[in-house]
Nanobody, 128 residues
Framework: VQLQASGGGLVQAGGSLRLSCAASGRTFSTYDMGWFRQAPGKEREFVAVIRRSFGGTYCATSVKGRFTIFGDNAKTTVYLQMNSLKPEDTAVYYC??????????????????????WGQGTQVTVSS
């Protein structure tokens, strides 16, 4: 599946942004969808995941309570709502998709290797 991420930008600390991830030509009904981020000089890290057909969600500890992952009713777009942004949230944000399986455990969904489709990334910069 081809993914298109958008919504990044420059925001002051404490502000909000909403990132979008759209699929080309299909829905996410059979996919687990994740958001990852990569800051300069750091490895790509897990941010949030929403499971097939927009079932369960999970966010990394570093963003829990500030970020929310959700999808639209048509299951064509997944969003990452980011509130109370901090300078340490500055990174390129990527959305990713993988064919869902009930055998996949949550810890695996927090790894880069679990996903086989990636969007191009969108820059988020939080100024202090």
């Amino acid at each position: 599946v081809q993914l298109q991420a958008s919504g990044g930008g420059l925001v002051q600390a404490g502000g909000s942004l909403r990132l979008s991830c759209a699929a080309s030509g299909r829905t996410f009904s059979t996919y687990d969808m994740g958001w990852f981020r990569q800051a300069p000089g750091k490895e790509r890290e897990f941010v949030a995941v929403i499971r097939r057909s927009f079932g369960g969600t999970y966010c990394a500890t570093s963003v829990k309570g500030r970020f929310t992952i959700f999808g639209d009713n048509a299951k064509t777009t997944v969003y990452l709502q980011m509130n109370s942004l901090k300078p340490e949230d500055t990174a390129v944000y990527y959305c990713a998709a993988r064919t869902s399986s009930s055998r996949t455990i949550l810890s695996e969904l927090q790894t880069n290797r679990a996903y086989d489709s990636w969007g191009q990334g969108t820059q988020v910069t939080v100024s202090s």
